[in-house]
């Protein structure tokens, strides 16, 4: 018998929206860690999710990943948030959740 290790991962998500009821999210945000590495994904606000590795410092690297999604992004004025808000919306939501889920993992 082979004995595979259960890798310990937390994560949390995040979603924009106009009503704080059942809605669509505007823009989504998730950041999973899992043996000290971290990955962020951000969809809704394009064709599809992106997804961008942290590496081992997530708190350190968020920005950079952010970086990384914006250029990646094809977002569309289609919804009633306006594009760059909802860009502008990403570091804002991904620095916040990666400060939650490093807080919940000590």
């Given at each position: 018998?082979?004995?595979?290790?259960?890798?310990?991962?937390?994560?949390?998500?995040?979603?924009?929206?106009?009503?704080?009821?059942?809605?669509?999210?505007?823009?989504?945000?998730?950041?999973?860690?899992?043996?000290?590495t971290?990955?962020?994904?951000?969809?809704?606000?394009?064709?599809?999710?992106?997804?961008?590795?942290?590496?081992?410092?997530?708190?350190?690297s968020v920005?950079?990943?952010?970086?990384?999604?914006?250029?990646?992004v094809?977002?569309?004025?289609?919804?009633?948030?306006?594009?760059?808000?909802?860009?502008?919306?990403i570091?804002?939501?991904?620095?916040?959740?990666?400060?939650?889920?490093?807080?919940?993992?000590?």
């Amino acid at each position: 018998a082979i004995f595979v290790p259960k890798k310990k991962t937390i994560g949390d998500y995040e979603k924009l929206r106009v009503r704080c009821a059942i809605d669509y999210p505007l823009l989504g945000v998730a950041f999973s860690l899992a043996e000290g590495t971290g990955k962020l994904a951000v969809g809704a606000i394009g064709p599809k999710p992106i997804v961008v590795e942290l590496g081992e410092s997530p708190k350190q690297s968020v920005k950079e990943a952010v970086k990384g999604v914006l250029d990646q992004v094809r977002s569309v004025n289609n919804t009633v948030l306006d594009r760059e808000y909802r860009k502008r919306m990403i570091s804002i939501m991904a620095e916040r959740l990666v400060n939650k889920v490093m807080e919940g993992a000590k």
